[in-house]
Structures are given as C-alpha cells and as structure tokens.
C-alpha cells in the first residue's frame, strides 16, 4: 500500500509540473499559424544591410523559399537568396544562401554557414551557425506576414585582406514579406 501511495504523489507531481510547464508556455509565447500546409515564398521589402568586421554589405534584393507542415507551428524555415550585393567597394558580391529557422518568439538560428565573397577581393567572410534574437513580425491584410530583423552581435571570420579578421559585433537589418501559396498565414 506505501508502494502505491508513493508511486500516485510522484505520477501526480510529474503531471503538476507538466500542467505548469504547458501552461507557461502557451500563455506566453507566440506561433506562426496558417490555414493550410503548403510551399511559402518570400521577397525583400526593402534593403538588406549586413554590418561585419570589414564593413558594410548592402543587398537590394532577397527571395526565400519554405514549406508549411502543421497548421500551427512556433518555428518555421526558410532558405533566403541574396543579390544585386555590394560590399567594401566591390560591386559584384556573393552570398551562399542562408538557411535560417524562424522562431515565432524573436530569434533566428542560421542553420548552415553563409560564405560572402566580394569578387575579386581574394577573401570571404564565413557567418557559422549561431542563434540571433531580433525579430519582429507583423500580419499584413491581406494574409503574409512582414518579418523584420533587428539583430545584433552577429559573430563573422574574415580570411584576411578587405574582409577583416573574427567580429562579434556584426548586425543585420532588413525585412521580407512572406506570403503561403493559396493560403494565409499569420502571427499569433
């Protein structure tokens, strides 16, 4: 019987802490919810402005691609695509597409290293995987939602020459306005 009685206060402390911790977290964060699932696709609303060791990088044009998979979600990803770049007095600048996954609380995580290479300029500036906060969101009438990136203390390697050496205090500015194929999506 102590057995029992032992065995019924643990279950009922284990399911306490399990009420208090769903609790806390649906009363205070945030999701990305879409009327179906489905392709999204993503494009600039204005300038993208990357701030590394070696100067500033300015980007005129951002498309993104992800996919939807639950109708509720607080994280989503989304493969970016940057051109028509300039940096450090190089006017033809590649970017290796970003790989980031969104969080609906403010933060990013860049999943894969991005590689910039100003053309010519003999060197790169890598930005390995690391997690940003900075995010905002705002739902547009007509079912997209705006994400706009504030992010500071973006850690970058230079290889040396015009692209400076190790930064921990780059930044990113910009937003895109994401729109679902047939669908709606929002921020709640």
Not at 28 to 45: I, L
Request: glycine content about 12%; overall charge negative.
């Amino acid at each position: 019987m102590r057995r029992i009685v032992i065995l019924g206060l643990a279950l009922g402390a284990a399911f306490s802490v399990a009420a208090i911790t769903a609790v806390s977290v649906s009363a205070t964060g945030h999701e990305f919810v879409a009327n179906k699932t489905g392709k999204t696709k993503d494009k600039e609303t204005n300038a993208q402005i990357f701030k590394t060791g070696a100067g500033t990088l300015e980007c005129a044009s951002v498309v993104g691609t992800g996919e939807i998979t639950a109708l509720k979600s607080v994280t989503h990803k989304e493969t970016l695509t940057y051109s028509e770049c300039e940096a450090f007095g190089y006017s033809d600048v590649k970017i290796t597409p970003a790989h980031f996954e969104y969080s609906a609380n403010g933060s990013a995580r860049i999943e894969e290293t991005i590689i910039i290479s100003p053309e010519g300029s003999g060197c790169e500036i890598l930005i390995e995987p690391q997690t940003m906060e900075g995010m905002s969101y705002k739902n547009e009438p007509t079912g997209k939602i705006t994400a706009k990136a504030n992010v500071f203390k973006i850690t970058s390697k230079g290889t040396g020459h015009v692209c400076g050496a190790e930064n921990k205090e780059g930044s990113y500015t910009g937003s895109v306005a994401a729109t679902l194929e047939g669908g709606t999506i929002e921020w709640k």
